[in-house]
């Protein structure tokens, strides 16, 4: 049997013991006094997060995927993680995965022992073809999902670059990976409900990893999105005006650039930063190896 009892997730908080009685405005108070320990908690493992954002970049330099593997709430963050960097950042759908004990349907419903499956861990992987270039973030509040234990323990045998985040001190999966980032924001408001502090911490993370992850793969100029895909009307606008911020370009410029660049934000402020072509563009581009700053 579990004992949970020991681990900060599941302790009862000494500050909500009467949550019950609060009125609405105490406990909301609470809530968001409890809910700024999340970035104190993360302050504290900036050290590992950073060793995770490098190995991340140096495994998708060479053609490797980001590969998030959890369970319940953790996997849904995984999975809504991956789900947002191909609109953000331009990247294919196979580059940043998502991978969640039970499948896709267990992110809007719960399927119930999925999670307790080591087998299934290292079985999923096993279907995308995990290899040593990509790398594998193991998510679990608790620290102790076996789903995420048997992917990240298969992901080592391979030699696969390993990462766990955690809401608990020596977690079993931090314990399994090569690199912990275990932040730990306390007891929850609602004992045992990791879906708030811990969703929260875990969430920020992965905001942390994905997005310094793509800084450090040509993704962003300056700080703009300038790898966005323009493919509805609100994207299109946001596309014109990251070529009109990072050139000063106004917007009847912007777009015709765009409109020769056939779309592509990069192609577009090269274009006009250095004066030349399409052609020469890509070529300056290519040369960078997807970073605006090193072609200018």
């Not at 579990?2 to 013991?17: A, D, F, H, S, W």
């Not at 946001?238 to 592509?264: F, H, P, Q, Y």
């Amino acid at each position: 049997m579990v004992e949970l009892g020991k681990m900060e997730t599941e302790k009862q908080n000494p500050n909500t013991m009467n949550l019950d009685e609060m009125s609405i405005k105490e406990a909301l108070t609470i809530m968001n006094s409890e809910d700024k320990k999340v970035a104190e908690a993360i302050g504290e493992v900036i050290p590992e997060i950073e060793e995770a954002v490098q190995v991340i970049i140096s495994q998708l330099k060479k053609g490797g995927r980001l590969i998030y593997t959890g369970a319940g709430t953790s996997g849904r963050l995984g999975v809504l993680d991956a789900a947002e960097c191909p609109p953000t950042f331009g990247t294919p759908k196979e580059q940043v995965v998502g991978l969640i004990a039970g499948g896709q349907r267990a992110f809007t419903e719960a399927i119930e022992g999925s999670e307790d499956s080591r087998e299934m861990g290292k079985e999923d992987l096993k279907a995308i073809e995990l290899n040593e270039n990509d790398v594998v973030v193991g998510l679990a509040a608790s620290g102790r999902t076996p789903y995420v234990i048997g992917a990240l323990n298969y992901a080592n045998e391979i030699s696969t670059p390993t990462i766990a985040i955690a809401c608990n001190k020596n977690s079993a999966i931090g314990n399994e990976a090569k690199i912990a980032i275990e932040a730990v924001p306390g007891p929850e408001v609602l004992t045992g409900s990791t879906r708030l502090k811990a969703g929260s911490t875990q969430k920020m993370i992965l905001n942390m990893l994905s997005t310094l992850s793509m800084v450090g793969i040509g993704k962003v100029y300056k700080n703009l999105m300038v790898d966005v895909q323009p493919t509805n009307e609100k994207l299109v606008s946001r596309a014109e005006n990251i070529v009109m911020k990072a050139t000063d370009a106004d917007k009847e410029t912007a777009r015709k650039t765009l409109a020769a660049s056939d779309g592509k934000v990069k192609i577009a402020i090269i274009m006009i930063l250095l004066d030349i072509d399409k052609d020469t563009a890509v070529q300056k581009l290519e040369e960078s190896q997807g970073h605006i700053r090193k072609a200018l």
